[in-house]
């Protein structure tokens, strides 16, 4: 099943809780987190995400642009997130991190840059429960999809299914109706969507139609008869 998550990095800062009615029947919130070191571009963090989680039953996404993830990241599990990712680049201890997200309650999510390949990670994917592969340079919505990815996600695709795991593959930048499918043909499962959703008249419908050619794009793809 294709996953839409909304983020509200395109959404009004001011309204949050509106903003997060405005997409009901999303999987996902996707809560974009930068601190102005890891990504030029600073948003929330803690404290707004607490006050997020008790407004919406919507399950928070929230994506790590940070520093120091090791320190932080369970930070945001207490706080109310259903999933944390941090950035595989800045994680000192990826390993340990991930099991302690997981020992909070949470699902332990690795992102990865789009000049990081997946390939060294092999070993650590039994850990986590989901991998982001950027599809931008991370630090704004609204920027064009890096078609040049799509081979990644080909590759880690096919490490989830040799290793037999249960692990969700998602793509963040960029995705909108013109890219979604090649995402979802090569191998992706849970899409992230911030200007594509919130730039739209009907943010809940624009959810819809997402979901509705990632569901058809990925039907007769190559990976998807396992799943
Ligand atoms: C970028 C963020 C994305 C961003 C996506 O660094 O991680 O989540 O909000 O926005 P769009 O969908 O507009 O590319
Ligand atoms: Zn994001």
């Given amino acids: 099943m294709a996953q ?16 997060a009615e ?7 919130l996707h809560v974009d987190v930068m601190d102005n070191h890891f990504v030029p571009n600073l948003t929330l963090g803690v404290p707004v995400v ?4 008790r407004a919406t039953d919507t399950p ?4 790590l642009m940070i520093e120091q993830p090791d320190r932080w990241a369970p930070q945001y599990v207490e706080a109310g997130a259903g999933s944390v990712t941090f950035h595989v ?8 991190l991930a099991r302690e997200i997981r020992a909070k309650g949470a699902r332990a999510a690795m992102a990865l840059r789009p000049a ?6 092999e070993d650590l994917l039994p850990e986590l429960d989901m991998v982001l592969i950027m599809t931008v340079e991370p630090g704004f919505g609204g920027q064009a999809f890096l078609d040049i990815m799509l081979p990644k996600i080909r590759r880690t695709r096919q490490l989830i299914d040799k290793h037999g795991l249960d692990l969700w593959l998602q793509v ?3 995705v909108a109706a013109s890219t979604i499918e090649l995402c979802a ?9 911030g200007s594509a959703v919130y730039g739209a008249a009907d943010p809940a419908e624009a959810v819809r139609a997402l979901r509705a050619r990632a569901e058809a794009a990925s039907a007769d793809a190559w990976w998807a008869c396992k799943h």
Avoid: K
């Fill in 22 to 28: 405005a997409v009901r029947g999303a999987d996902w």
């Fill in 185 to 193: 043909e090569a191998g992706a499962d849970v899409f992230v969507a």
């Fill in 50 to 53: 607490e006050s997020l989680a």
């Fill in 172 to 174: 963040d930048g960029g």
């Fill in 60 to 63: 928070l996404d929230c994506h």
């Fill in 4 to 19: 839409i998550n909304p983020s509200i990095l395109s959404a009004d800062f001011a309204r949050l809780a509106d903003e």
């Fill in 89 to 96: 680049e800045a994680a000192a201890a990826p390993v340990r």
């Fill in 116 to 121: 990081t390949p997946i390939e060294p990670y």
